[in-house]
């Protein structure tokens, strides 16, 4: 198995999150959670259903406010700017669904298009063409681009999904569980690509994901949430070098104990 070399530490940090809380109602979801991300690297972030991964995530992006603890992204302050100045944050931060979220009814160009269209609205008809096909070559799939989502394998809807990012080439990628669903052979081509976006587009990623061997291969650095914080960062083996009840079964379950 690939070794991931270590995050350099001495790199900007693209992510600040300092003292971070989030409750809905009496449920405490993130209790004082303190995380970097620094520039270059894919820092994995684990942690049970329910302890607020998502909730993080959606932080980042704006989409929900902390009660209290500071949130930064690329130099601004995430519930302190103006609205349009976190729409420009966001075509930074580029967010790749679950589901891969493709459109359904539009063919594989279409879909690669629209983020284009919408948010580059500069680029000629010529300049949009050569970046669909160029961002479909990055993730290996230049032959599907006039299929329809609904003619595409699992892992291909993920790469379109990834494609889709990628084409506004952002700084940071947040990939939301990249392998769930798919059968290893194909989470092993995922976590290549997550690899190669690293290299070939030099964006700074989360990676959220249930998936060991994705966290291994693809993590400069793993993150683990415990109860609302993250009690354990470093490598995966200085994560999981634990008796620690809460994360010894991630390692027995994966790793077949
Ligand atoms: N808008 C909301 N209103 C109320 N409760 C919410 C809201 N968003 C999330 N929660 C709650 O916060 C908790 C954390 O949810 P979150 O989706 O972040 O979990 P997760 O770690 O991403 O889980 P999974 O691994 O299953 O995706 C859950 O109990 C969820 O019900």
């Given at each position: 198995?690939?070794e991931k070399?270590?995050?350099?530490?001495t790199?900007?940090?693209?992510?600040?999150?300092?003292?971070?809380?989030?409750s809905f109602?009496?449920?405490?979801?993130?209790r004082?959670?303190?995380?970097d991300l620094?520039?270059?690297?894919n820092?994995?972030?684990?942690?049970?259903?329910?302890?607020g991964k998502?909730?993080?995530i959606?932080?980042i992006?704006?989409l929900l406010?902390?009660?209290?603890?500071?949130v930064?992204v690329?130099?601004?302050v995430?519930?302190?700017?103006?609205?349009k100045?976190?729409l420009a944050?966001?075509?930074?931060?580029?967010?790749?669904f679950?589901?891969?979220?493709?459109?359904?009814?539009?063919?594989?160009?279409?879909?690669?298009?629209?983020?284009?269209?919408?948010?580059r609205k500069?680029?000629?008809?010529?300049?949009?063409?050569k970046?669909?096909?160029?961002?479909l070559?990055?993730?290996?799939?230049?032959?599907?681009?006039n299929?329809?989502?609904?003619e595409?394998?699992?892992?291909?809807?993920k790469?379109i999904g990834?494609?889709?990012?990628?084409?506004?080439?952002?700084?940071?990628?947040?990939?939301?569980?990249?392998?769930?669903g798919?059968?290893?052979i194909?989470?092993?081509?995922?976590?290549k690509?997550?690899?190669?976006?690293?290299?070939?587009?030099?964006?700074?990623?989360?990676?959220?994901?249930?998936?060991?061997?994705?966290?291994?291969?693809?993590?400069?650095?793993?993150a683990?949430l415990?109860?609302?914080?993250?009690?354990?960062?470093?490598?995966f083996?200085?994560?999981?070098?634990?008796?620690?009840e809460?994360?010894?079964?991630f390692?027995?379950?994966?790793?077949?104990?």
């Amino acid at each position: 198995m690939r070794e991931k070399p270590l995050t350099d530490t001495t790199a900007e940090k693209v992510i600040q999150i300092n003292g971070l809380y989030k409750s809905f109602g009496n449920y405490h979801v993130l209790r004082g959670v303190d995380l970097d991300l620094y520039r270059g690297e894919n820092l994995v972030v684990l942690g049970k259903s329910g302890t607020g991964k998502s909730v993080l995530i959606k932080i980042i992006i704006g989409l929900l406010t902390p009660d209290a603890g500071k949130v930064e992204v690329l130099g601004n302050v995430v519930d302190e700017i103006t609205y349009k100045e976190l729409l420009a944050l966001r075509l930074q931060v580029g967010f790749s669904f679950q589901n891969s979220a493709l459109y359904d009814s539009m063919t594989v160009r279409e879909n690669l298009e629209f983020p284009l269209v919408r948010n580059r609205k500069t680029l000629t008809k010529g300049e949009v063409n050569k970046l669909v096909e160029e961002t479909l070559d990055a993730v290996g799939l230049l032959q599907t681009i006039n299929q329809m989502p609904s003619e595409l394998s699992g892992g291909q809807r993920k790469r379109i999904g990834i494609a889709r990012t990628l084409i506004l080439q952002p700084e940071i990628m947040l990939y939301d569980e990249p392998t769930a669903g798919l059968d290893p052979i194909t989470c092993l081509e995922i976590n290549k690509l997550i690899n190669e976006v690293q290299e070939r587009y030099k964006t700074s990623s989360i990676v959220i994901t249930h998936d060991l061997t994705c966290a291994k291969e693809v993590g400069n650095r793993v993150a683990m949430l415990l109860d609302g914080k993250f009690e354990r960062q470093g490598t995966f083996e200085e994560v999981f070098n634990t008796n620690d009840e809460r994360v010894k079964p991630f390692y027995d379950y994966n790793f077949i104990k």
